[in-house]
């Protein structure tokens, strides 16, 4: 089983909102971890959004919207994130990351298609 | 200014070594808290952490890879290399090298470098 789990992708339309999950193995406790994201556009390196632990420890990326945000739900073990006002921009992969057992680890991604 | 460029053959044969290049700029490997990972990413797949290096040397390997990898650095040429050995067409991805300061996030990436393994 996978350290991360996203979805393979996530359909929105214009000015709704999405919420992007990131579900950590069995066994492996959300809380402890800062979860990153990033955004990644064909044929571009990935890009920094933000990085969520708890609401006493985050880090909104420079130039990041706050329509971004992240949160945790502790029932599902995930990490989220949440994009609101969804815009044509937005459509990307995103990827979540944690720091586990002395290696970053990424998500298999997700692609939101806003349309 | 940041920059980060990643450099190396664009083709190579299977079981062969593959040694790529990041030469950096605006930053130091030598100032505490800097280190330098690499990422690649296959065709249409997603992103996997391959190997870090820290500005006191200490390094860091993906668990399934690691017996493959050698990452060093060249703090007087402002390079961080990565050799990985036995070379297979999955390994067939772009080669991304990342900053990242104090364990806070990769905040610049090169811009990538496509190594297609094939005889």
């Known amino acids: 089983q996978a350290v991360l789990t996203q979805p393979s992708s996530l359909s929105a339309s214009p000015g709704a909102s999405a919420s992007l999950t990131c579900t950590l193995r069995s066994g492996i406790n959300v809380g402890t971890y800062r979860i990153y994201w990033y955004q990644q556009k064909p044929g571009s390196p990935p890009q920094y959004l933000l990085r969520y632990k708890s609401d006493s420890d985050k880090q909104q990326g420079s130039g990041v919207p706050r329509r971004f945000s992240g949160s945790k739900d502790a029932s599902a073990n995930a990490g989220i994130l949440l994009i609101s006002g969804l815009q044509s921009e937005d459509e990307a992969d995103y990827y979540c990351?944690?720091?586990?057992?002395?290696?970053?680890?990424f998500g298999g991604g997700t692609k939101l298609t806003v349309l | 200014q940041v920059t980060l460029r990643e450099s190396g053959p664009a083709l190579v044969k299977p079981t062969q070594t593959l040694t790529l290049t990041c030469t950096f700029s605006?930053?130091?490997?030598?100032?505490?808290?800097?280190?330098v990972s690499w990422i690649r990413q296959p065709p249409g797949k997603a992103l996997e952490w391959l190997a870090r290096?820290?500005?006191?040397?200490?390094?860091y390997y993906s668990t399934s890879l690691k017996t493959r990898l050698t990452i060093s650095k060249d703090t007087s040429k402002n390079q961080v290399v990565l050799t990985m050995t036995n070379m297979d067409p999955v390994d067939t991805a772009t080669y991304y090298c990342a900053r990242m300061v104090e364990m806070a996030q990769f905040d610049y990436w090169g811009q990538g470098t496509l190594v297609t393994v094939s005889s």
């Open positions: 605006g930053f130091s490997l030598s100032t505490s808290g800097m280190c």
């Open positions: 990351m944690i720091w586990h057992s002395s290696a970053w680890v």
């Open positions: 290096i820290d500005w006191d040397d200490d390094k």
